[in-house]
């Protein structure tokens, strides 16, 4: 098991947003956290990468309590994540965004890109661009971010958490407003970094048909709790989990 979390609980005053919760995802899977709105998936993704704390519980990577590691040195021993709003650098280039990700591994906190120019070599370009043409934005290498279309901007978020080596990465919602054809080279993409790079995934995500094509293992959440768990046909099937997908949309 590459993370295994253990009997976590959260609550916002009087809510309960995650209860004694307890899944363990094995290192090479790509593995799902579904559930409907409000179940405490993006509480579940934050505690995990540590920007925000957890009331009682304990997290391994690699075996390891991380719980009382700030998220940068969560991120060095190769934990990375994307944000469900996202969170890139919207005034830097794509390649400056990319850049930007391999120093949070390799320096505390960030730099700004002025500092950060200094300090470049040709390898880091080179190693930049290579994860540029991975995530299929070459031709966007030079311009602002903020001006790419969302789709684009969840793939840079992306490339962003490739740059700094993970062994694992957290997806928070990556299909979120994107197209079909977007969605497709997204699902491609996810793929390709558990295949080819043997990056273990574990995503959140709405999309069922992105979930069900790509995922070897789904935990369910429903109000803060796991309520199934398993491969996608059995989970399709789980009268617990259609209910709780009941009331949405
Ligand atoms: N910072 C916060 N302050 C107060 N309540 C929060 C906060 N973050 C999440 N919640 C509440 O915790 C519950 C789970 O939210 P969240 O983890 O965002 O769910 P999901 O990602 O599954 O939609 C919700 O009831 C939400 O309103
Ligand atoms: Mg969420």
Known sequence: MILDIKNISKSFGGIRALKDINFSV?????????????????????????VEKMDSGDILFKGMSIKALPPYKRALMGLARTFQNLEIFGNLTILENIIAGMYLKNQRGFLSSGLMIKGINKDIIEKSSSIIEYINLSHRKEEIAKNLPVGEQRLLEIGRALAT??????????????????????????????????????????????VMGISDMITVLNFGEVI???????????PQVIS?????D
């Open 244 to 248: 709780a997908y009941l009331g949405e």
């Open 165 to 210: 080596e993970p062994e694992l990465i957290l997806l928070d919602e990556p299909a979120a407003g994107l197209n079909t054809r977007e969605t497709k080279n997204l699902s491609h993409l996810i793929q390709k970094i558990r295949d080819e790079k043997g990056i273990t995934i574990l995503i959140v995500e709405h999309d069922m048909e992105l």
């Open 26 to 50: 094995k290192k090479g899977e790509i593995h799902a956290l579904i559930g409907p709105n409000g179940a405490g998936k993006t509480t579940l993704m934050n505690i995990i990468s540590g």
């Open 228 to 238: 199934a768990e398993g491969e996608p046909l059995m989970i399709q099937k789980n």
